[in-house]
């Protein structure tokens, strides 16, 4: 089991930027890939973005791609996801994720196996 805890949520204005980050601890942090997911009121938790454990591979949902990126640091346990030009869609509370399974990548819902208590997002004039 991991332990996640997510910072750096808050109020941004359309156009801004924000910058998540997720420490971990518990078990070996560099084997896992790590990622973010959202859910917005009313909607699915979605994915977001994701990184293998070498931080050399990283996805990202069609929503964000060109806007958000995600990088780790290993030596420091923490994962991070840079969000530039924020929209208002944008909103929702944001979640770190560790995959359940070493080496292999977390795009859903289901092969994420512990998740951060949430950071609240809000992009809003």
Not at 37 to 61: D, H
């Amino acid at each position: 089991q991991v332990l996640l805890e997510e910072s750096g949520g808050g109020l941004v204005q359309p156009g801004g930027s924000l910058r998540l980050s997720c420490a971990a601890s518990g078990r070996t942090f560099s084997t896992y890939s790590m990622g973010w997911f959202r859910q917005a009121p009313g909607k699915e938790r979605e994915f977001v973005a994701n990184i293998l454990w070498s931080g050399g591979i990283t996805y990202y949902a069609d929503s964000v791609k060109g806007r958000f990126t995600i990088s780790r640091d290993n030596a420091k346990n923490t994962v991070y996801l840079q969000m530039n030009s924020l929209k208002p869609e944008d909103t929702a509370v944001y979640y770190c994720a560790a995959a359940r399974t070493p080496f292999l990548p977390a795009r859903s819902v289901g092969a994420v196996g512990s998740w951060g208590q949430g950071t609240q997002v809000t992009v809003s004039s």
